[in-house]
């Protein structure tokens, strides 16, 4: 990897289980670490709820809802990267808007939960 392409060990972060990459935000603020961190405050703030809706949907089988609120949170997963939590939330997307989604859909909502959980703590961290 050149060193033009290597990422910036200031934006990529770690707890030792989940890796948090924040260089997308720091492009799209030009490194503005004020607004870095009010877009992070805002995604910590919503996050949590899309979360909660996209299990409350699950567990009612709602899948238009589901399908709506993983596609709400994937907006935000795209700039702020922890893992694969944007691959999660594209599966869970797809699978709730086929209307029959597999059996380890439930899984994958407790995996992306259990991310986003230990990105907040990082996140809050770095930002706080």
């Known amino acids: 990897m050149s060193e033009e392409n290597k990422p910036d060990s200031q ?3 770690t707890d030792g289980v989940v890796v948090v990459d924040i260089t997308m935000l720091k492009d799209l ?5 004020p607004s870095m961190k009010s877009i992070v405050d805002v995604f910590l703030a919503q996050t949590p709820g899309y979360l909660k ?23 935000s997963l795209s700039i702020i990267k922890t893992d694969n ?4 939330a594209v599966q869970i997307e797809s699978e709730a808007k086929s209307g029959n989604p597999s059996d380890s859909i439930g ?4 995996s992306l939960q259990e991310k986003f959980n230990r990105a907040q703590v990082l996140l809050l961290e770095k930002f706080q």
């Not at 809706?53 to 907006?75: C, G, P, R, T």
């Not at 939590?85 to 999660?88: A, L, R």
Request: charged share 25%; proline share 0%; glycine share 2%.
């Open 53 to 75: 809706e996209i299990q409350a949907h699950y567990e009612a089988k709602n899948w238009d809802a589901l399908y709506k609120s993983a596609h709400l949170v994937k907006s």
């Open 29 to 33: 603020t030009d490194g503005d670490l």
């Open 107 to 110: 899984t994958l909502i407790a």
């Open 85 to 88: 939590m944007f691959e999660m």
């Open 11 to 13: 934006f990529v972060f």
